[in-house]
């Protein structure tokens, strides 16, 4: 069974800094990986997606790297400003492009996220 | 292009009522999602859709639950009878087709509390 952990629980910096959230899951059998943002009392945005043959993906401030031998993604955010304060959350989808009318096709495992406050 | 719509954003019953959710994905998505969110964790898978059929329902409890994507295009989860223990929020998702390597998108949830 899929397990997805994210560390830090919580984050609070300072305007400006970088920094970055970490995601590791226990099955490298993966087909991508995705991270969202949540805001409070909100859906999920999707941030960016990695594909399994991807090592990383670049928008804007964000980048996101994945190491799937290792199991881990990190998700850097540079010169973090305070609209960036929400939670952060990662999800992996089984390998399946060969089985997608499998059930476990799409089955996104998501982790408990990363609750991130950047402060003025 | 609109996102995924879902209604009402809250719902608030008394337990053994019934409740239902209701869920339109972004136009032309073929796989429908329905997750549940508890407060501090990540979503949890309840049911996928492939058009109108229901592929993957093994995490939904059947005893009180139930789905339906009438027409491949929206759908409805419906809860009857309601407990405490379904205070949640609701999540619905679409994606378009394994081509896009399922990038799933998803609307703003319903906030069900159950007194």
Redesign the interface.
């Known amino acids: 069974k899929q397990e997805?952990t994210q560390i830090p629980a919580a984050l609070s910096v300072p305007e400006g800094e970088n920094l970055v959230l970490n995601c590791s899951f226990t099955d490298s059998a993966i087909?991508?990986l995705?991270w969202?943002r949540q805001d409070p009392?909100?859906?999920?945005?999707?941030l960016l997606?990695i594909?399994s043959s991807q090592r990383e993906q670049t928008s804007g401030r964000l980048n996101a790297s994945l190491d799937k031998s290792s199991g881990r993604s990190t998700l850097y955010i540079a010169a973090s400003q305070p609209g960036d304060s929400a939670t952060y959350?990662c999800?992996v989808?089984p390998r399946g492009?060969g089985n997608?009318?499998g059930?476990?096709?799409?089955?996104?495992t998501?982790?408990?996220?990363t609750i991130l406050t950047v402060h003025p | 292009e609109a996102g995924v719509v879902q209604s009402p954003r809250y719902k608030i019953i008394e337990k053994k009522q019934p409740v239902a959710f209701w869920c339109n994905p972004i136009s032309g998505h073929n796989t429908l999602y329905w997750y549940l969110q508890n407060l501090g964790q990540g979503p949890e898978l309840l049911i996928r859709y492939e058009n109108e059929e229901a592929v993957d329902d093994s995490q939904l409890p059947k005893d009180r639950f139930s789905a339906e994507r009438l027409k491949g295009v929206d759908s409805t989860l419906k809860i009857q009878p309601a407990e405490l223990g379904d205070s949640a929020v609701y999540l619905c998702a679409s994606s378009l087709d394994p081509a896009s390597y399922n990038e799933q998108f998803f609307g703003p949830g319903t906030r069900l509390t159950v007194l």
Request: proline share 0%.
């Open positions: 997805v087909y991508n995705q969202f009392g909100k859906g999920l945005t999707s997606l594909q959350l999800a989808s492009l997608a009318g059930t476990s096709y799409g089955k996104l998501f982790g408990q996220g």
